[in-house]
């Protein structure tokens, strides 16, 4: 099967996450909002616990921690259930990114249809948009920014920092897809000013099925938020069902190895990085690196092999290792990546751009052999 590398998609879980989850598994039976008898307790002292583990990752307090599905779910939370308040302030402009993961631009799409006024951000060639086009598009409607803090598909950061600091003091609200970012970039996310910020746990090597949507206070109140479900006053009401307990604990889990590990983590991934750099220097194939390096992060590289269409590329060396061309939500569609062609990129390069994504645990000399034997393959291919 060969090396793994495609943990943009998904991160492997954590052996200590995993251990985590089968102890509460197997001792912790019981519903968190059982309050009848300890069984119940017992789960909700789990699921609080794992909150306040999130919330010392991400330099939050624990009341702002409402656990989801994940980040789909939890972007959906963050535009959808603003329209109580948007309804009640008249204000319904939203301004996103043509970049964005799918759970943000198809509910921004399906808004639009309600009558919400939406304005989309191109990047450039760098693959970052530029904060002061997003600012000038601020109106005394806007409800909502929203823009995520690393590209899926490229790696690249994008301004977060700077549109959080312009947009503190204006009412607007401002939300930041943080699903590659958080447990990697954790002291800039820390220093980031935003209202809600959405991350999933299987990015971070936690359990697939759960995820969290912060909600900032500001003078003591959380952000205008409704739940778009019915069912219940789990998560205060935000989003109601029984909270799986074990999946909880498995995130918060993630977020503590997170926490004691970035900053070893980020010397292993760049050394990483550096490594599959190397091969692709020393092969002897011609590549374009997709968005400006120095905005990339350094788990993430997407490289354009010219005359080397990317799925047949990614079949003739699956035996070597496990790589994508896009977003795992849209690569079944085969449809040329819309980041890409939102960035300028022409469909002939578009069609030979692969993903390459790693993690701290990717072992070094098994990422080396696997991405030689493919830039081998590519050679051959392109002669």
């Known amino acids: 099967m060969g090396v793994y590398l495609d943990y943009n998609a998904s991160a492997p879980i954590n052996d200590k996450v995993l251990e985590k989850m089968i102890s509460v598994y197997k001792n912790n039976i019981g519903n968190a909002d059982s309050r009848t008898h300890d069984f119940g307790e017992n789960a909700r002292i789990i699921v609080e616990d794992a909150r306040k583990q999130v919330a010392e990752l991400l330099g939050v307090k624990s009341d702002e921690v409402f656990f989801t599905s994940g980040a789909t779910e939890s972007n959906n939370i963050a535009f959808q259930g603003l329209r109580e308040y948007a309804k009640k302030t008249g204000k319904k402009h939203i301004i996103t990114t043509a970049i964005e993961h799918k759970a943000v631009l198809e509910t921004a799409k399906h808004l639009e249809n309600e009558g919400y006024d939406i304005d989309i951000v191109k990047p450039d060639i760098s ?12 109106r005394e409607d806007t409800l909502l920014v929203s ?82 479900m019915y069912g219940g006053q789990q998560e205060h009401g935000i989003r109601p069902g029984t909270v799986p307990v074990a999946l909880v604990a498995g995130c918060g889990e993630a977020c503590k190895v997170a926490k004691e590990d970035y900053v070893k983590n980020a010397e292993i991934i760049k050394r990483i990085k550096q490594t599959v750099i190397e091969e692709l220097n020393t092969s002897n194939i011609k590549y374009k690196i997709n968005g400006c390096s120095d905005y990339c992060v350094d788990s993430t590289i997407n ?24 977003s795992a939500c849209t690569s079944k569609s085969y ?3 819309y980041v890409l062609k939102a960035m300028g990129i022409p469909d002939e390069d ?23 034997n493919m830039f081998e393959v590519a050679s051959q291919i392109a002669q």
């Open 335 to 337: 449809s040329p990546s």
């Open 147 to 228: 823009v995520m803090h690393v590209n899926n598909e490229t790696g690249i950061i994008q301004p977060v920092k700077e549109l959080g600091d312009q947009l503190e003091d204006r009412e607007v609200l401002f939300h930041i897809d943080a699903t590659q970012s958080c447990g990697k970039l954790v002291d800039e996310i820390r220093d980031l000013k935003y209202d809600m910020l959405s991350f999933s746990a299987h990015k971070l090597q936690g359990p697939q099925g759960i995820g969290a949507l912060i909600l900032k206070k500001k003078r003591y109140k959380l952000p205008p938020v409704k739940n778009i």
């Open 350 to 372: 578009i069609e030979c751009s692969i993903r390459i994504s790693w993690g701290a645990d990717s072992d070094l000399e098994e990422v080396r052999c696997g991405v030689r």
């Open 303 to 326: 490289i354009c092999i010219p005359s080397v269409v990317s799925e047949a590329l990614m079949l003739s060396t699956k035996q070597y290792c496990g790589i994508s061309n896009g």
């Open 127 to 138: 693959g970052r948009v530029r904060a002061e086009e997003v600012i000038s598009l601020v």
